[in-house]
């Protein structure tokens, strides 16, 4: 029965490459793409679909071909199609520039935690494929320290350090860093972090998607503005077996809706999160999202990216995160800083899923987080907090703009054939959106990757912002929008987002008179509050 079910399912993924067969040699790639989305949905360890995947990115992108063709070697169990796969490798190398990866992992205590971080690697990756780096903080607890010194044994790429106190997380970072292969990739990775099946692989698919890509990083159950929803999850923590026999810590049952992993064990927490990675590492037509700065739990950085926005110290040795910084915070908010003034992309990869518990911390200096908080705002001038969280009033706001502009175009029952529908349709969506008060525009990059084909502009009232922010819109500038000159055609926007800038502009009216002028016939201007005009 078993075998006939293995059976069954061979032939349906089967049915997939044929499909996707037909289709490349018809010429149509956007179907051939479709086909190969849907396969790898259904079917996310089929070598074979992988290896088809890449032959579509061959002359499209050779790095991503690369990996496709890399993924393929892990899941294939077939000796001759295996050579067919290196073959095919072989066939691009000469224009393929992907480079190793380095995991680096600073840990301390949390041995349940940790174990199951590196057991994950090794899960997913063959020995020889990755290089581990872990820096030990002073532990003090005695089965970690054995189990971390028998991993370094045993494995020649497991390189530990012991360091003799705890010097923080970004100097343990650094030290981790500066022993790591120096032409790799490097996974900075927390030892609370586990991976899921193909996170990596779609993090390093992020990166190499476009040469202005920086640094990747992944969406969780546990990060600010990089979590999954509590809805998504459901079904999945719903069908989990609940095992009591590994409880790892218990919260108050106020906090219980948002950290559900923390009220059972830890074992029902990963098949959790690993039948939820099964469904969503998967592809996606448009997985990733510029962000202004990712969450350091796992963020993955290009070598080149690393090598341009180290910092040297007065001893001139090199550092990648700013250990002001210590013991910890705000030293991930630093670096993308840094990676936005050099010219570089930070994208979240929504199809890369790894649970993330949130381990001890710094548990014993509470008040490290509102100090590392201070030291950001006296490096960089501004209060980071104020800008990176999406703003819900304006998202909402706009979404039901465009409800309501859909409504009224509805009314003519034989003109619209959608008429009655009630899902909001936004993918295919082509408008032209500005923010009069954009900030760093985290609120646009989320419009764009929920529209990517629409245009969005906005205004920011710190100089310095328009230029860290200069990919996560499609145009931005400085000033105030009473004096500024707008460099946009007249007409020419769907929506204008008002924020609260009319409220203290020294003359409403002259500004709303200003923005009607860039308003398309139809168009709206739009306030936070949910108000149109």
């Not at 063709?69 to 073959?87: G, L, S, T, V």
């Not at 929803?229 to 049952?253: G, H, K, V």
């Not at 936004?426 to 419009?447: C, E, K, P, Q």
Request: glycine letters at 6%.
């Amino acid at each position: 029965m078993e075998a006939h079910a293995k059976q069954v399912e061979r032939e349906s993924a089967e049915s997939y490459i044929l499909r996707a067969g037909v289709f490349e040699q018809e010429g149509s790639s956007v179907d051939e793409y479709a086909v190969l989305i849907e396969g790898l949905r259904a079917h996310y360890d089929n070598y074979e679909l992988y290896f088809m995947l890449g032959l579509y990115y061959r002359y499209r992108n050779a790095d991503q071909a690369f990996l496709c063709f890399e993924n393929a070697i892990r899941y294939c169990d077939e000796p001759e199609d295996e050579k067919i796969i290196r073959d095919a490798i072989e066939g691009i190398k000469d224009r393929a520039r992907v480079r190793g990866t380095s995991i680096v992992i600073v840990s301390y205590n949390d041995f349940e935690l940790c174990r199951e971080c590196i057991r994950a690697i090794r899960r997913y990756y063959h020995k020889d494929d990755l290089e581990i780096v872990v820096v030990d903080n002073a532990s003090t607890d005695e089965a970690l320290l054995r189990y971390l010194r028998e991993q370094k044994e045993k494995n020649k790429k497991f390189i530990l350090i012991e360091n003799d106190k705890n010097e923080g997380f970004p100097a343990g970072c650094n030290k981790g860093l500066e022993a790591a292969n120096a032409e790799n990739d490097v996974l900075f990775l927390n030892n609370d972090a586990v991976l899921m099946t193909n996170a990596l692989f779609w993090m390093k698919m992020g990166l190499y998607a476009d040469k202005r890509n920086g640094a990747s990083g992944a969406v969780t159950n546990c990060a600010p503005s990089q979590e999954v929803s509590m809805e998504s999850l459901q079904p999945y923590l719903q069908n989990a077996p609940m095992d009591e026999t590994r409880p790892i810590t218990s919260i108050s049952s106020d906090a219980k809706e948002h950290r559900w992993w923390r009220t059972i064990s830890l074992d029902s927490a990963l098949e959790t999160a690993k039948s939820y990675a099964k469904d969503h590492n998967v592809p996606m037509w448009n997985p990733f999202e510029v962000r202004c700065r990712l969450t350091g739990f796992a963020v993955l950085l290009r070598r080149e990216a690393l090598n341009n926005v180290m910092m040297k110290d007065s001893e001139e040795r090199k550092w990648l995160f700013d250990e002001r910084f210590s013991p910890g915070y705000f030293e991930d908010d630093d670096l993308g800083i840094r990676l936005c003034l050099a010219g570089y992309r930070q994208i979240l990869c929504h199809n890369a899923f790894i649970y993330h518990h949130g381990g001890s911390g710094f548990a014993d200096k509470t008040d490290a987080m509102e100090a590392s908080r201070e030291k950001f705002k006296e490096k960089w001038g501004f209060d980071i907090w104020n800008y990176t969280l999406l703003e819900e009033d304006k998202m909402n706001a706009l979404m039901s703009a465009i409800a309501e502009s859909d409504k009224r175009a509805s009314i003519d029952e034989d003109a619209n054939p959608n008429k009655g529908q009630t899902d909001l349709k936004l993918y295919n969506r082509v408008l032209r959106i500005l923010d009069i008060s954009a900030g760093m525009g985290t609120t646009l990059s989320a419009i764009k990757y929920q529209m990517p084909d629409s245009f969005t502009a906005g205004i920011t009232n710190v100089d310095v912002f328009a230029g860290l922010s200069k990919y996560m819109a499609d145009d931005m500038i400085s000033g105030n929008p009473e004096l500024v000159t707008f460099p946009w055609p007249e007409h020419s926007f769907d929506f204008i987002i008002l924020g609260d800038i009319p409220a203290s502009a020294s003359d409403p009216e002259k500004l709303l008179r200003k923005l009607h002028v860039y308003l398309k016939e139809n168009g709206q201007l739009i306030n936070v509050i949910g108000e149109t005009g």
